[in-house]
T-cell receptor, first 115, second 115 residues
């Protein structure tokens, strides 16, 4: 079974700092990639996703992610974080075990932005 | 329209009791998923339903877990003879289809505590 690794478990930044959260997945071939975010007290929601084409994907709220096939990575970035970006971020790929229907999630990165 | 709803939002039960968790997906979404999130961990796939097809139960951790779905509407996840290790947040999600590229829309979750 494939796996998704998020190496940063807890990140603390000051407002206006740049952000990069790592995500690595374990299988090659055709891959769809997702970043989900859960703001405090809210539902898990989609931040951005990659299927094909331009490896630099832009999502909501100024976030972007770059798919690097050779590194099996899909890191999330934002040039200047805001206090409202405080949330937990999850990287996910469709699960091969379920025929790419359900998602396999990383363990999540908790981002805390200090004003 | 309305998002995915789940009930109850919190459930405290005693070890050995049965519990039922309910999910109302977004209207028109043919796919419905159940995930479990233990404290400090990522989401773990449990089961998914797609239309009238047989559900994929490959993620259910034991035969104490079962789920049903009525057509393309409400789903119920049942845990029999609950154990303390069943304590977690149980998340339901729905999507328009199961192409592997679909965005999954998550509910608020049911926080289960087994004493």
């Amino acid at each position: 079974a494939q796996s998704v690794s998020q190496h940063n478990h807890h990140v603390i930044l000051s407002e206006a700092a740049s952000l990069e959260l790592g995500c690595n997945y374990s299988y090659g071939g055709t891959v769809n990639l997702f970043w989900y975010v859960q703001y405090p007290g809210q539902h898990l929601q989609l931040l951005l996703k990659y299927f094909s084409g331009d490896p630099l994907v832009k999502g909501i709220k100024g976030f972007e992610a770059e798919f690097i096939k050779s590194k099996f990575s899909f890191n999330l970035r934002k040039p200047s974080v805001q206090w409202s970006d405080t949330a937990e971020y999850f990287c996910a790929v469709p699960s091969l075990d379920t025929g790419r229907r359900a998602l396999t999630f990383g363990s999540g990165t908790r981002l805390q932005v200090q004003p | 329209g309305a998002g995915v709803s789940q009930s109850p939002s919190n459930k405290v039960t005693e070890k050995g009791k049965d519990v039922e968790l309910r999910c109302d997906p977004i209207s028109g979404h043919t796919a419905l998923y159940w995930y479990r999130q233990r404290l400090g961990q990522g989401l773990e796939f449990l089961i998914y339903f797609q239309g009238n097809s047989a559900p994929d139960k490959s993620g259910l951790p034991s035969d104490r877990f079962s789920a049903e779905r009525t057509g393309e509407s409400v789903s119920t996840l049942t845990i029999q003879r609950t154990q303390q290790e069943d304590s977690a947040v149980y998340l339901c999600a729905s999507s328009p289809g199961v192409s592997g590229r679909e965005t999954q829309y998550f509910g608020p979750g049911t926080r289960l505590l087994v004493l």
